[in-house]
């Protein structure tokens, strides 16, 4: 009985917060925190400012497991009831009246606050981050889980002055008191508390000013200063691109963005402030095969797309992400070509055709959709309105929805007024079709990009051929092939259609020497044709690490006697973040009797493994991870950073290292030492282990 009244005061509480909420409007707040990462304790205050709609006799805001040391009304005490959840002030509020609540408090969150490298020996991985998507910044500000309540905030922070700390807004003053300083940021439009963000680490930065003059602030650690440019390619461009095809200006003073390690996502568009992971941050090598840029230009869209107008609830999803993600196609097609932009929407295409025949496809407006169906239904709903109703009208109507819309909310009927409105159009049948709709209208996306795209077109009505036609395959695809001048149709004949390939035309393909046609050879031949040794060798030199590594693994297994030459030629290369092509080095020297002593080869076996250590990113990690367990017995250590992998806040990362330690632990012996090792464990790592042991 005792859990039936509480469950019924939390749904009473609940329709009550909603209710009152409604009544009253938070128009500012100022936050003021000190942060101790080593206990993970923030302490704070903030003022808000609200202003009363109808009379009403309690304001709520959401708190999650806060302790509250003072709650001041106008300057007065105020009586407030605090569940762990919710903070409630009681008073007769009138109408048409101005109020002031001063709240201070102390948390140790327990998520969006993100603790990252504390506990490790290396000064330079410290970091602290926030990522707060949707609702949560209730973890460690009172505020409100509730996209509607739009507040503009003006946030400082105190922190050691070792350190650069970075929050939305304007940075209006740095003040140092002894070792530490206080960044005081300032924000002057209203905004969703969930995009309320700060960064803390190491970092320099580089300036530039878009066309518009707003200050773009691009931060880098200091050991990446050359992978700065690599990384931040195109951001002016994309920048420029942005306002000029919105028709809206930047509606924020300016836009930063920073790196961060083991980051939940590719990215956050925190207003004016995008966090993203540092598996992004790239040489001019590393940017063939893994770049910022879509990234880079969905996060900068959701300025104006999820920022500026944000969805009133979860079935108006489509208005942010298919938006931000539809926008970054057109900026990528501003920068590498319209081909670019076509065959990107066939590769969106055949993944969502993909998923309707797995009887798993979703309408736009199901809350429940998956990212797929928000970012890539989303992307071609908009490219088929875009279509339909003709380039001026669509450019209208957007420009329309936001201007009415601005530092407000929005649903899906609203967007469509003002599309209707901009075209003459009506829109129904586009609605039932593309919003309404499980399924993904296939033939219709595919028969758009067919008139688009010449390349596309040939490569369809190959597939076609090959499928109808009795003569022989390569005969085919040779006709397609001289045919065409395009790298996109080329490099997917190879993927797709590689083993209908004769060694001759395999060679032809190979003195193509364009990097991608060249990486799908590395990838997709299983083996190495005979007479084609000397120029798969050559793959080991080509400017994609992807290539290299793929290259290597297939050299080192199909041409034995020549091993020795190949680690040779490779043992300098890093390759990406995750460091595809050393960690691939270590275990194939590790493994090439001939090419070193037993010690030496034991040394770089001792570098693999190390590479599990959480003093590294969960990418590198992961990797490690993988290699070792295909071909070797883990060692100590290796177990207990994979019992830590198991509890770290990257769900991605914890998922498969909860699944490598479950078969891990099938194996007795793997159990035993497992348990041995138990009592070295400490606090959540203890508990989980302790739990998959079953030890009490």
Excluded: C
């Excluded at 001792?606 to 959480?614: D, H, M, Q, R, V």
């Amino acid at each position: 009985m005792k859990s039936f009244f509480a469950i019924v005061f939390i749904l009473f509480f609940l329709q009550a917060a909603s209710q009152h909420q409604a009544s009253v409007d938070f128009t500012r707040g100022e936050v003021d925190l000190t942060i101790d990462p080593i206990k993970k304790l923030i302490d704070g205050t903030v003022l808000y400012s609200f202003e009363v709609l109808n009379n009403v006799d309690s304001v709520f805001l959401d708190a999650r497991n806060m302790d509250f040391t003072s709650v001041l009304l106008n300057n007065r005490k105020i009586k407030y009831r605090n569940n762990n959840n919710y903070i409630a002030v009681r008073k007769k509020f009138k109408k048409g009246k101005t109020y002031q609540l001063a709240l201070s408090f102390s948390t140790t969150p327990r998520q969006t606050v993100y603790f990252v490298g504390w506990e490790d020996l290396d000064l330079n991985n410290n970091q602290l981050w926030t990522q707060g998507q949707g609702k949560y910044t209730s973890h460690w500000l009172p505020s409100f889980d509730d996209m509607n309540e739009k507040v503009e905030f003006d946030i400082s922070i105190t922190f050691d002055a070792a350190y650069e700390v970075v929050a939305n807004g304007k940075l209006e003053s740095l003040n140092n008191s002894g070792g530490s300083k206080t960044w005081s940021y300032n924000m002057d439009r209203p905004m969703s508390s969930y995009l309320l963000a700060f960064a803390i680490g190491n970092y320099s930065k580089k300036e530039l000013i878009s066309a518009s003059e707003i200050p773009i602030e691009l931060f880098f650690y200091p050991k990446d200063s050359v992978r700065s440019e690599p990384t931040y390619r195109y951001t002016k461009s994309i920048f420029d691109f942005l306002e000029n095809e919105i028709g809206i200006p930047y509606p924020w003073q300016n836009y930063k963005q920073l790196p961060v390690r083991d980051f939940l996502y590719a990215g956050m568009e925190n207003t004016g402030t995008t966090i993203f992971s540092d598996a992004y941050v790239v040489d001019s090598t590393a940017f063939i095969d893994k770049n910022y840029v879509n990234v880079n230009a969905h996060e900068m869209a959701h300025q104006w797309f999820g920022n500026l107008v944000t969805e009133k609830s979860g079935e108006h999803h489509w208005l942010h992400e298919g938006f931000a993600t539809y926008y970054a196609y057109l900026a990528e097609k501003e920068i590498f070509g319209e081909e670019y932009f076509n065959w990107k929407l066939f590769e969106s295409a055949r993944a969502l055709h993909n998923l309707e025949r797995e009887a798993k496809g979703e309408a736009l407006t199901d809350p429940g959709a998956s990212s797929l169906t928000f970012y890539e239904k989303g992307a071609w709903a908009l490219q088929i309105l875009r279509m339909t109703i003709g380039e001026r009208a669509f450019k209208i109507g957007v420009k329309s929805y936001l201007q009415k819309h601005k530092f407000g909310n929005a649903t899906i009927d609203d967007f469509m007024i003002e599309m209707e409105e901009a075209s003459d159009y009506n829109l129904d049948d586009f609605r039932a079709k593309w919003l309404e709709g499980t399924d993904f209208p296939y033939d219709e996306a595919i028969e758009q990009l067919k008139n688009l795209s010449g390349s596309l077109r040939a490569y369809l009505d190959l597939q076609w051929e090959l499928t109808t036609s009795n003569e022989a395959n390569e005969k085919i695809i040779r006709r397609y092939w001289n045919n065409s001048n395009s790298v996109f149709l080329k490099k997917n004949v190879i993927a797709q259609y590689h083993k209908s390939l004769s060694e001759e035309f395999i060679a032809e393909a190979f003195k193509t020497n364009d990097t991608k046609i060249r990486q799908a050879l590395a990838i997709g031949l299983e083996r190495i044709p005979p007479g084609l040794t000397a120029e798969f060798e050559t793959l080991l030199q080509d400017k994609s690490f992807v290539t290299i590594e793929n290259a290597l693994y297939k050299i080192w297994i199909h041409i034995p006697e020549h091993r020795v030459r190949y680690l040779d030629k490779t043992k300098d290369i890093i390759g990406l973040p995750n460091k595809n092509v050393r960690l691939l080095w270590l275990l194939l020297a590790s493994l090439t009797k001939e090419y070193a002593d037993a010690t030496s080869r034991q040394h770089y076996l001792e570098e693999l493994k190390a590479y599990t250590s959480p003093l590294h990113p969960f990418e590198v990690r992961q990797n490690a991870f993988t290699l070792i367990s295909e071909i070797f017995a883990m060692s100590d250590d290796n177990l207990k950073d994979l019992v830590n992998a198991s509890v770290h806040h990257s769900w991605q990362f914890r998922k498969y290292a909860r699944t490598l330690l479950d078969k891990t632990l099938t194996n007795e012996k793997q159990r035993q030492r497992m348990q041995r090792l138990a009592g070295e464990l400490k606090g959540e790592e203890l508990r989980y282990i302790r739990s998959k042991l079953e030890l009490k």
